[in-house]
């Protein structure tokens, strides 16, 4: 079983920049990819970022070269640099895995807020 838990979220001025964490467990787990999604009140979850097992990154549009995606394997941690925040960016990020079998994993949110 694999569990993730999210943090680093909370409340950043506009233009601020914010960095979540996500650590992971799961003993022999190996995953395809790891990213991180966000919805917003009465809007659909949408893609934020996506590392691949490879190590190659997608963004979704309206972050593109604001935001960083990354992962720490020795601490079993996936990482979201978020700078230059919006007040769009307002969500809750969740982090997930995918497995090679095809399972998905997800973690509880964290609340981004961007004050204008």
């Known amino acids: 079983q694999v569990q993730l838990v999210g943090s680093g979220g909370g409340l950043v001025q506009f233009g601020g920049s914010l960095r979540l964490s996500c650590g992971f467990s799961g003993s022999g787990f190996t995953f395809k990819t790891m990213g991180w999604y966000r919805q917003a009140p009465g809007k659909q979850r949408e893609l934020v970022a996506v590392?691949?097992?490879?190590?190659?990154?997608v963004y979704g549009d309206s972050v593109k070269g604001r935001f960083t995606i990354s992962r720490d394997s020795a601490k079993n941690t996936l990482i979201l640099q978020m700078n230059s925040l919006r007040a769009d960016d307002t969500a809750l990020y969740y982090c997930?895995?995918?497995?090679?079998?095809?399972?998905?994993?997800w973690g509880q949110g964290t609340q981004v807020t961007v004050s204008s």
């Open positions: 997930s895995i995918l497995g090679w079998s095809g399972n998905s994993y």
């Open positions: 590392i691949t097992n490879g190590g190659s990154s």
